[in-house]
């Protein structure tokens, strides 16, 4: 049967054999989701599906209201955090969550990951935050939406902009990642990772290792990000 949404069904799929490639992901933990504005869908990784076994037809297109419009799996546990991103951020066209080691250990310390070097400041200029655990009075709740809500609180608690910073952690559960559509959102995931491995071997060398100054921050982001960019073609 043919699918409306074939395209983002593919693109999605092709995000989630990403992630599983680039060792973010452990067994089924962990998904990508595409976003089709025109449409106010988006389409997420089914629940608990080995990614040896995944297939494109095997991807659920949902609305930002957690409807299932196409699939015949349940999506992905984490689907409401994914849609309360969607609704609340209209400029971004993928999610990624995943369990990698180092940014789960980051987010189990509950401690932002300082930015100590010019890799962290070639894609973002200020730490990647962790927000705080959980209340438990929202644990009860609706977990996977306040989720959601978490990451915004976070974000306006610290005055940062989701367009600048496309990088979480959640206090003692582990990191989301967002960028302009899917493939994007894995790599920044895969940045995070990179990022927090290389932080925690800073501070196991040097417990009291300097964060990056100022002016080599600024530099290396506007070399790659500024108006005036000279990085890559």
């Not at 089709?36 to 297939?55: C, H």
């Not at 991103?85 to 990951?113: C, E, F, M, R």
């Not at 995931?189 to 071997?201: C, G, N, P, T």
Request: charge should be negative.
């Amino acid at each position: 049967m043919s699918s409306l949404y074939k395209d983002l069904k593919q693109e999605c799929y092709e995000a989630n054999m990403q992630l599983n490639a680039l060792n973010l992901v452990v067994y089924t933990f962990g998904n990508v989701s595409a976003v089709d504005r025109k449409n106010g869908v988006f389409a997420i990784k089914p629940s608990g599906v080995p990614y040896e076994d995944l297939k494109p037809e095997d991807i659920v297109i949902v609305d930002f209201d957690n409807n299932i419009i196409e699939g015949t799996m349940r999506p992905s546990s984490d689907t409401k955090t994914h849609a309360y991103l969607y609704k609340n951020w209209p400029n971004i066209g993928g999610v990624a969550h995943t369990h990698a080691t180092y940014s789960v250990a980051w987010a189990q310390a509950q401690q932002d990951i300082p930015i100590f070097g010019t890799t962290h400041a070639d894609h973002l200029t200020a730490d990647i935050p962790c927000a705080p655990p959980m209340a438990d009075s929202l644990i009860e709740g609706n977990y996977e939406h306040n989720t959601g809500i978490q990451i915004l609180d976070c974000f306006k608690e610290k005055n940062l902009s989701y367009e600048e910073v496309e990088m979480i952690l959640i206090g003692n559960h582990g990191p989301f990642a967002w960028g302009k559509n899917a493939a994007k959102a894995v790599y920044n995931s895969k940045v995070l990772e990179v990022v927090a491995e290389m932080a925690y071997l800073t501070l196991q060398i040097n417990p009291k290792a300097p964060r990056l100054k100022d002016s080599l921050i600024k530099k290396h982001y506007n070399r790659k990000h500024g108006k005036d960019s000279y990085y890559g073609q």
